[in-house]
């Protein structure tokens, strides 16, 4: 698959989930929520957020590398933008839970970093 066509699914599904969030945030009461109602909130957020995470990323390592250069690397900008948008779900799921302080935040971070490093480097040891 080209990546162009690997853009275009990536566009579709991060479509889905900003306007699956925007039916939540702006459609439905959240106090009136049951627990399927936030866990379909909280999947839209994490789609949502890794879709545009991995789109800007593909976008930065397409302006960088070049078209040849980013399809190369499409497993790791898909892989990243999981991670980045699993890092902002952890954290709005630390604010609803009312348990959100800068430090949990930092060590999230330092959490997601380390696993990205751990895949980096199980990646070029194959």
Do not use: C, H
């Not at 949990?104 to 480097?121: C, D, H, I, Q």
């Amino acid at each position: 698959m080209t990546l162009s066509g690997y853009r275009l699914g990536i566009r579709f599904f991060t479509l889905l989930g900003i306007l699956s969030l925007l039916v939540f945030v702006f459609g439905l009461d959240p106090a009136s929520l049951s627990l399927w109602g936030m866990s379909l909130f909280f999947s839209s957020l994490w789609v949502a957020a890794s879709g545009v995470f991995a789109l800007s990323l593909l976008f930065l390592y397409a302006r960088v590398l070049g078209s040849e250069g980013a399809t190369r690397f499409l497993g790791g900008v898909f892989r990243q933008g999981i991670l980045l948008g699993t890092f902002v779900l952890s954290l709005a799921l630390l604010a609803y839970g009312q348990v959100f302080a800068w430090w949990n935040a930092l060590l999230l971070l330092v959490f997601f970093l380390l696993l990205e490093f751990t895949f980096r480097k199980f990646s070029r040891a194959e």
